[in-house]
């Protein structure tokens, strides 16, 4: 920032200012440019501010003087415009006052893109903040979209209005009235149905009498279904304004027949998932903020989540819950996958303003996943609790049916050496942690491991212990029962294979013996050592040389046959084994 400044005492004398500010951030928030300038004299001059950042152009203009008498600037507010994704623009001069102690505006018209608000006046003092206003047909393009942009999943434009008139010089008094006055929004499915929710009735109330905050909403739609709440609790006093502790007292009743859930939010990482059903939601609370004592029920049913990306396709979900000792007990959870099904029974609650679960749940013939690459069919029972961050899963699942098909080639990636100069990167702790503790997976007798020249029927089992963020340490077993492996232009027969597990998850010993089945001589390849280190060497029945070995591996008969083009079949596959 840079700049100059000349005022005299004089209410007549002349006064000048001119500051620029350039690249000027607060924050996470983008750098701006700015400039004001001041131009006249005590008692009658010009304040302009202008400002610029990467998405937006504000420009205010202030006309009036300081009143020798008061020591206060007193004139209008007589031009602001902001220019960007929710532009505004002031329709018509608007008094302003502001000392060393105040700030008062009064009569504020402004336009937004198309909405409009009315400032009937704000006033900031030592006494605290007052208010009194109205909005009128705001839509939701008049609100920033990096602040409050709808899912991709949902469009439309309902239209709200509303008015308040706060104050807060002793405590805080006043109310706050929302409504919907048009417009719907519809809901879009991955499958690219549309359905809209059919928006009735939104209403929310908030009134203030001394501290205590009284809440009442309304929600009605065709499609959505009904939403009743009242809810009240007290504010209390601190510096910086007015707070909710969790110590503050809370009465809470509501009611919710919910006919669709497909509005709801979903993280970024489930875009292309479909979530829907019914709720029905009974709640009452007389505690605290803190310790609330809620009691009351949730069920749901017709509950359905697909990813089709990824092959989850669960229906038919229920859900039989209850409040008690601000617990959420789940009676009942189920989902249908497949011909199966998965069930749940446990408890969620909150404390400390941290989520705790405990749920344990079966699988009978449950397929999680379905699609021409993947197949997880699943039965068992497991555990899983959360307590400090930390998720905690045991349990002991066999795979009814499976099947994992590889790409034929990984995605590209850099090598550990590589450094990309100017890029810092720092590895965070996660949030969430997840140890799996003695959680055992058995493959069962129908799995498929499939791709790459590979093709098995896997068995065996293997438990695995340990924070998945440093690879858990892994114990068991997989064999290939049967199976082939296209390796040197041939499919070879998997005589023998294993995989022993008794380390880190991604570094098994291994153990694999894979023949052509030709005749006389057998030949084929023997992989042994680790997954890090793995020692390739060509075997063979009964057994000869290596280069005989090569030679009926590669074109089926001995080195007496051979001419000179095999020579070049025998030069390039010598080379693939030399660097494995």
Known sequence: VEGHASILSDENSQIEGNFIASQLQYGKQTALDGK???????????????????????????????????NRWQGFLQTLTLEGSAPIKLMTPAPLLFDAQSVTLEKAQLQLAQGSVSLDQIKVDSEGFASIGRADKIALKDLPTERFNLPSSMQGNPVFS?????????????????WHEAGDITMTAADGSKKPLGLQEVKLDVKFTNNLAELTTKLRGQNLGVLDAMLSTTLTKVNAGFALLSSAPLTLNGNAQLQTLAWLPLPSSLMDANFDGKLNITVAANGTLGTPNLIGNVDGKDLQFSLPTEGVNFSNGELQASFENDKLLIKKASWQGGDGHLQATGFLLFEKGKPQIDLDWTAEKFTAISRADRLLTLNGSGKTTLVNDLLMISGNFSVARGLVELSDEDTPVLGDDVVILGQTDSVSEPALKILLNGLRIDVGKEFTLRGRGLDAHLTGAVTLTGLTQYRPHTEGVIQVKEGSYFAYGQKLTIERGIINFNGTVDNPGVNIRAMRNSTPVNAGIEITGTAFVPITKLGSDPTVADSEKLSWLVLGHGM??????????????AGVLLSQ
């Not at 006249?40 to 009143?67: C, D, M, P, W, Y």
């Not at 509303?162 to 929302?178: D, V």
Request: aromatic share 8%.
């Open 36 to 70: 004001l300038t001041l131009q006249g004299t005590r008692a009658k001059h010009q304040l302009k501010i202008t400002a610029e950042g990467n998405a937006f152009k504000f420009f205010s203009l202030l006309e009036g003087g300081l009143v020798s008498s008061t």
């Open 162 to 178: 509303g008015k308040w008139n706060i104050n807060t010089a002793s405590s805080l008094n006043g109310n706050i009235s929302l």
């Open 560 to 573: 007496d046959q051979t001419n000179k083009n095999d020579y070049g079949l025998l030069s390039l596959a």
